[in-house]
């Protein structure tokens, strides 16, 4: 029987804390942006959410380049996630303008919360995917990233409730999307080690100039397509019928976050 060199070891332990290291990340992104939101620099509460949401993604995307996915490393990202997109955004939020309304804007905001622990709790006992083209219900990340977004775009405080009003339904929507059976996009099928157009090339540095000349409406852009995209999905599901025999089989596949299948 052979053992394994100390080297060997101490590398692949390095290799496992990698994707630990950007959740690490992701949790001190979402931990500042409230800190941000006390101190009343929402601008910046909402730029980092969206590193969260980057860091988020890249988690799971080193996982399983580097074959280190693991329990814990789920189970980590899911309470990652929970500070960053459920309780960052709503503290955000609350201090952008649901704080107008005393008693019913944070009860809204404490919803978002609950709706979105259930979205990760709900992948968490999840045991099978069938379909990973799509997530059913709108993953917690995205649902933050709007609110982010939004307040990005927009960081001066909210001065009257006509104007906080929208922000409470908006609040309230994506509450309510994260628990529903919505389908909306995962972008799994997409792999950028294939070989692709060079025109795609092009397109890449276009979206590199776009997010780095007018990084608000871009980002703002980007979260509010993503939103529609899957209302948009279920009203094609429901008019097309060569399409809706197979919405019923997709919204009872398994649930799965941003980064699913990885640390």
Known sequence: MTTKPKNSRLRERGIYLLPSAFTVANIFCGFYAIICAIRGD????????????????????????????????????????????????????????LSLWPRLGWLVGFLFVICGA??????????????????????????????????????????????????????LALALLMVSKIRFYSFKDFDIRRRQPHLVILFVALFFVAIFTHPQAVLLTMATAYLLSGLILKLWGWFSPSRSATVPHAEASADVDIDADGA
């Open 42 to 97: 929402l601008g910046l509460g909402g730029l980092l959410i969206g590193g969260a949401i980057l860091l988020d993604t890249l988690d799971g995307r080193v996982a399983r380049f580097a074959n280190a996915s693991s329990e814990f490393g789920k189970e980590f990202d899911s309470l990652a996630d929970q500070v960053s997109f459920g309780v960052a955004p709503m503290v955000l939020a609350y201090q952008w303008g």
């Open 118 to 171: 259930m979205r990760l709790a709900r992948f968490n006992i999840q045991q099978s995917q069938t379909d990973k083209r799509f997530f059913v219900g709108m993953p917690i990340p995205a649902a933050a990233g709007v609110i982010a977004a939004l307040i990005y775009q927009f960081p001066e405080l909210l001065e009257t409730r006509a104007e906080s009003l929208p922000v409470m339904v908006l609040v």
